[in-house]
């Protein structure tokens, strides 16, 4: 029997025609490959192929409990994959193409892989806007499941070379476009309740909501008892070094990541800007945790915007438990 994580020479290919040709190649023949998108780079795979989904979580070390998202090219090739009501076809349709997952229940006749959803009765969807990951639903005219291309549990990646940091060997190929652009992952809303932060933030949904009241209604990191979407565990996104929050000056033995006027010896945004901040957390995250210090330090940054996104990743990668 063939090992689920079979040593693979991982080739990196810029974004093109060539590359995502042989990326689509990849995925017609059940192989996940990592492809950028807006937010993080995506592991991704035909999300009705079973096989190929297996190896998205045999490649990442990801527990089968933890469902996936799958990306759609439109709203209509979402709604032959789930139902919506009033609330999310009014979200689809103001945030989509973009940073937004809806949780919706999913079709008897939908056709995904039961392992996508973990054994749940619905499924995380959305129609990314980035040009890699919307050429590669185009040539494979496939909905296609893609978590973040990292190590289960490790730092997000946000440059082809965070991909290869901890997947070199594991994937065949990384279609590089460079850095990405939000930086933290989706927005993840179910009924109307915010499961997982994310560059849209919960005043751009109460503008768009029936009942923008539920837009509130985020799940902490501590609190998270149940997976029910991607990107709850309590710990997550986390560097292999331990991590201490708010942070105004570094002990000798941490590498302090700054914002604003703390300095450090790296920061998220010198202005204080919480859009530079959140594109540059995981790129932070992982030089701080290849640097000689010890520990990582964070410097506090505000709660508010999309700065909610950013201190829930910093929480989650902070936990051990």
């Given at each position: 029997?063939?090992?689920?994580?079979?040593?693979?020479?991982?080739?990196?290919?810029?974004?093109?025609?060539?590359?995502?040709?042989?990326?689509?190649?990849?995925?017609?023949?059940?192989?996940?490959?990592?492809?950028?998108?807006?937010?993080?780079?995506?592991?991704?795979?035909?999300?009705?192929?079973?096989?190929?989904?297996?190896?998205?979580?045999?490649?990442?070390?990801?527990?089968?409990?933890?469902?996936?998202?799958?990306?759609?090219?439109?709203?209509?090739?979402?709604?032959?994959?789930?139902?919506?009501?009033?609330?999310?076809?009014?979200?689809?349709?103001?945030?989509?193409?973009g940073p937004l997952t809806l949780v919706l229940p999913l079709r008897p006749d939908a056709g995904i892989a039961a392992l996508v959803t973990a054994g749940l009765d619905t499924i995380a969807l959305r129609v990314p806007a980035h040009r890699a990951m919307r050429a590669l639903l185009a040539a494979t005219g496939k909905p296609l499941a893609a978590p973040s291309a990292n190590a289960s549990n490790r730092i997000s990646p946000t440059r082809a070379e965070h991909v290869l940091a901890s997947l070199d060997g594991r994937i065949a190929l990384v279609v590089d476009d460079g850095p990405t652009k939000a930086g933290v992952e989706s927005t993840i809303v179910k009924?109307?309740?915010?499961?997982?932060?994310?560059?849209?933030?919960?005043?751009?949904?109460?503008?768009?909501?029936?009942?923008?009241?539920?837009?509130?209604?985020?799940?902490?990191?501590?609190?998270?008892?149940?997976?029910?979407?991607?990107?709850?565990?309590?710990?997550?996104?986390?560097?292999?070094?331990?991590?201490?929050?708010?942070?105004?000056?570094?002990?000798?033995?941490?590498?302090?990541?700054?914002?604003?006027?703390?300095?450090?010896?790296?920061?998220?945004?010198?202005?204080?800007?919480?859009?530079?901040?959140?594109?540059?957390?995981?790129?932070?995250?992982?030089?701080?945790?290849?640097?000689?210090?010890?520990?990582?330090?964070?410097?506090?940054?505000?709660?508010?915007?999309?700065?909610?996104?950013?201190?829930?990743?910093?929480?989650?990668?902070?936990?051990?438990?």
């Amino acid at each position: 029997m063939t090992a689920p994580n079979r040593p693979y020479e991982t080739r990196t290919f810029p974004y093109g025609t060539a590359a995502i040709a042989e990326a689509a190649r990849l995925i017609a023949m059940g192989e996940p490959v990592a492809v950028s998108t807006e937010t993080v780079y995506g592991l991704a795979a035909d999300a009705t192929d079973s096989a190929a989904v297996a190896r998205i979580y045999a490649a990442k070390g990801r527990p089968s409990f933890n469902p996936l998202i799958v990306h759609v090219p439109d709203l209509a090739a979402a709604e032959r994959i789930a139902v919506f009501d009033e609330s999310s076809r009014a979200l689809a349709k103001a945030f989509w193409p973009g940073p937004l997952t809806l949780v919706l229940p999913l079709r008897p006749d939908a056709g995904i892989a039961a392992l996508v959803t973990a054994g749940l009765d619905t499924i995380a969807l959305r129609v990314p806007a980035h040009r890699a990951m919307r050429a590669l639903l185009a040539a494979t005219g496939k909905p296609l499941a893609a978590p973040s291309a990292n190590a289960s549990n490790r730092i997000s990646p946000t440059r082809a070379e965070h991909v290869l940091a901890s997947l070199d060997g594991r994937i065949a190929l990384v279609v590089d476009d460079g850095p990405t652009k939000a930086g933290v992952e989706s927005t993840i809303v179910k009924d109307g309740a915010i499961l997982r932060p994310g560059p849209i933030t919960a005043s751009e949904l109460r503008a768009v909501l029936p009942d923008g009241s539920r837009a509130d209604s985020a799940l902490p990191a501590s609190e998270t008892a149940q997976v029910t979407a991607p990107g709850q565990l309590a710990s997550h996104y986390a560097p292999i070094k331990t991590v201490r929050l708010n942070a105004r000056q570094a002990e000798p033995d941490e590498w302090l990541i700054g914002f604003g006027a703390i300095a450090g010896d790296d920061t998220l945004s010198s202005s204080g800007n919480l859009v530079e901040a959140a594109a540059r957390l995981f790129d932070a995250l992982h030089q701080a945790d290849s640097s000689p210090k010890a520990r990582i330090a964070v410097a506090p940054v505000p709660r508010s915007g999309v700065g909610v996104a950013i201190n829930d990743r910093l929480a989650r990668a902070a936990h051990r438990g």
